[in-house]
């Protein structure tokens, strides 16, 4: 299983990121995805998963109604579209697979909103 993020970098207050996280090394159809994010200094953050099948998408509610999740099942790819941004969505932010606990994660990749 290989999960690889891209898309971060910085960004100042009120700007948009899209991050990616395509995948290789199992049938990526068949699972769950999510994103998991962590800010200096502090614990591990749910943001938002998508399901398989019909893929619906939840959100946290700090991320809520900012944050778009989506995926590509012809690309094994999935993505995070991350609007009017705050300072405090400076964090790591972790593609992973599966839902509560997920059983593969990809390196990480930095997003810093800043002036």
């Known amino acids: 299983v290989q999960l690889v993020e891209s898309g971060g970098g910085l960004v100042q207050p009120g700007g948009s990121l899209r991050l990616s996280c395509a995948s290789s090394g199992f049938t990526f159809d068949d699972y769950h995805m999510s994103w998991v994010r962590q800010a200096p200094g502090k614990g591990l953050e749910w943001v938002s998963s998508?399901?398989?099948?019909?893929?619906?998408?939840i959100y946290g509610d700090s991320v809520k109604g900012r944050f778009t999740m989506s995926r590509d099942n012809a690309k094994k790819t999935v993505y995070l579209q991350m609007n009017s941004l705050k300072p405090q969505d400076t964090a790591v932010y972790y593609c992973a697979r599966g839902v509560g606990a997920p059983d593969s994660w990809g390196q990480g990749t930095q997003v810093t909103v800043s002036s």
């Open positions: 998508i399901y398989s099948g019909v893929g619906n998408a």
